[in-house]
Every structure is written in structure tokens, then in C-alpha cells.
């Protein structure tokens, strides 16, 4: 394995320490987010197993106790949901090396679809697997490789490693390839599409409201499909890592869960390939920069905690009158409020909504700040703002 390459992630230690704990390790996440880099450069001394090949499935499959056997002391099983009686015959192994007195063999899991691996997992290895999320490079992983990039660049490129590893006029080639990718994997395996085209209008329709409430019926009009099947393809992109939706906070529990989330992607630079924007230069003058800059600071943070191993909630706060970009919630009764403005130049009117709803939730509100592009340091003591980099 080349490690000349590998960009070192916030997680590693996280993966480490929880290794030395549990037998096995479950790795998921988006496809080509780094997942099986990161198994093979932590674990290099483990055998690496892809049961994307067909011939290691086939083996597998045809004899699962025999194949195992040959890996005493345990392996990388990449795309792991791809063979599902696996996690019966794993869980068995790791409960007879509790007794055997010889050592516990290790397993290193890797899939990239959400719903069908966390479902085995939970079914069979509960108790005996740590679940971690790897998502797509965030800033600073990306700038501690690389150096510092305007938010643009950021924007434009995503947190794909294979993009920031492969020369800028080959960007917009790579995006196709790996939507195409998982147009051809992923989504054939999740779901019964019968006209594709459909599909992929859907999914172009849904970069295109990055960071606005989930409208299943607007777009079930707009696609020509039925409302139910816009709710099942939603499921298959989330199910897929492709997005993830956040909620709206109300007092009442309830009200949260009738109420429309929002909407974004878990990789900017697939949103910007979607609705063809392939330079800085064009992205900086399109209508939706504000919301896609958005979408990456969201991302930013749920990055942050995912890495670090903090269990948080994240919601959107909306009334008649104001709308609240995020509220983070990590335990406690209080949340911390962030305002989101892509523009590069603070202004005090950017506090105007957060004051608002501190006034309105008062103690529950522990903190409130506004994100921006500025580099500007905060010079007011009664103002807090942040540049994205510093989340």
C-alpha cells in the first residue's frame, strides 16, 4: 500500500483506542470516503479482504467456518454487508475466544451502506463492535495536507480524498465516475428503479435545495413520480451516504418529528458536479453559493464530533418570523446556537437572530455564535463570530 498518499485522519486515534477495547471494529460511511485506507494503514498487519471480488465472496460464502479458519487471527472485511451471514459466524468466533484462553481475534469491518450494515450489525454484534462513522475530509484534515484553500476551493472540491489526490482538470471527471459508480452499485442494490432517468432528475433536483426544508411533494410534481417513491429514494440517498437531513427543534418532541428537516449533502463537491459548476469562478457568481457554503459548515461540524467520538443532536429553529441555521445539542439541557453567513465581511446585524432566540429560549440557549468567511478577528468582546475553520 502506497502511504506516501494517505492523508492522516481525525479519527485514527478514536479507531485506535476502541480496537484495544472490542473485538471488532465497524467502519461505515459514504463510498470513497477513505474507509478501507484508513483499516489498511492502521491495521496493515492484518490480511485485507474485499468482498467486492467475487471470488473472496464466493469462497466465503461457500464455506464460511473454512475461510475464516484461515485468518486465525482475524482480517479487514471490506463492503462486509455484502455477504450478511457473516456477522452470525463472526459473532460466534468472538465469543469463543472470550473462552478459549488463546487471545481474541481481531475484525476490521468496512461497508458503505448505511442501513444494510448497521442492521447486521446491530442484529448479531451487538455488544461486540464499535461503530465508526468516517465521512468525507474536513477542512482541516484537508488543509493540514494541503495548505490552506479558499472556501471556494473547499467548496468545489468536496472532501473526497481521490479529488484533493488527483489534478484539478480531472475534478469534474471524477465526479461523473463516482456518481455513475453509484448509480450502478449502490443504487441498483438498495431499490428497484425502473427508470433511471427519473432517479437521477430526482437526485439533481435535490442539490439544488441544499439547506431548505424537504418538500416530498414539490418534487414528487416536479419528477413525475409519487410521493411515496420520492420518500423511498430519499431513504435510498440517505441509506447510501449521499445525504443526511436535519430537523426542525420544537419544545414539543412531536411537533420535531411531523415537521419538514432540511436537506443536505454529506460532499459538496458532488452537490456543485450535480448542478454543473466547475470552477471557483462559477460557483462564487451562482445563486445557490450561500447555501451550499451552508451545507459545508454543517458538515463541519457534525465532522468534528463523528471524529472525536461526541454523541450530538442538530436541529434548525424556524417560526414565522426567524430562522436559526443550527442548534447543537451534546447532553445537558442547553444548546449552542450558530448563525451561518457565507459572507466574508462581519456584520453586527448577523447577531440579530440569534438574539432573538435567546430571548425566546433563554438559559436553554448556552451559547450563540455566527460562522463566516471572514479571516477578520473578532474585535467586539459583546460579538461572537467565528471563521468556518475554526469550528
Known sequence: MDISVYISRDVSQKLIKLAGI???????????SGKTTLCRQMFEQMPYLDLERLDILTALSSDPLAFLSQYPRGAILDEAQRYPDLFSYLQVHVDEDRFDGNGQRRYILSGSNNFSLLEHVSQSMAGRTALITLLPLSVKEIERHYGRQGSDELILNGGYPMVWRTSGDLHPDLFANYYATYIERD????????????????????AGRVGTEFNASTLAVDVGVSVT????????????YVVHMLPPFHQ??????????????????????????????????HPLRGGIFENLVVNEFIKKDYNAG???????????SREIDLLRHSGGNTMDAYEIKSARTYRTEFQSNLS??????????????????????NVASTEKFINFRNI
Open 22 to 32: 472490542y473485538p471488532i471494529i465497524t467502519v461505515t460511511g459514504p463510498r470513497q
Open 187 to 206: 443504487v441498483r442494490r438498495l431499490v428497484n428503479i425502473k427508470d433511471l432517468v427519473q432517479f437521477q432528475n430526482f437526485v439533481t433536483l435535490c
Open 229 to 240: 417513491t420520492i420518500k423511498n429514494w430519499l431513504n435510498v440517498l440517505i441509506a447510501s
Open 252 to 285: 414539543n418532541i412531536k411537533k420535531r418529528l411531523i415537521k419538514s428537516p432540511k436537506l443536505y449533502f454529506y460532499d459538496t463537491g458532488l452537490v456543485c458536479h450535480l448542478l454543473g459548476i466547475n470552477t471557483t469562478k462559477e460557483l462564487a457568481a
Open 310 to 320: 461526541v454523541r450530538a443532536s442538530y436541529f434548525f429553529y424556524r417560526d414565522k
Open 356 to 377: 432573538y432566540l435567546k430571548g425566546l429560549l433563554g438559559n436553554q440557549i448556552n451559547s450563540t455564535t455566527v460562522v463566516c468567511d471572514t479571516d477578520i478577528e
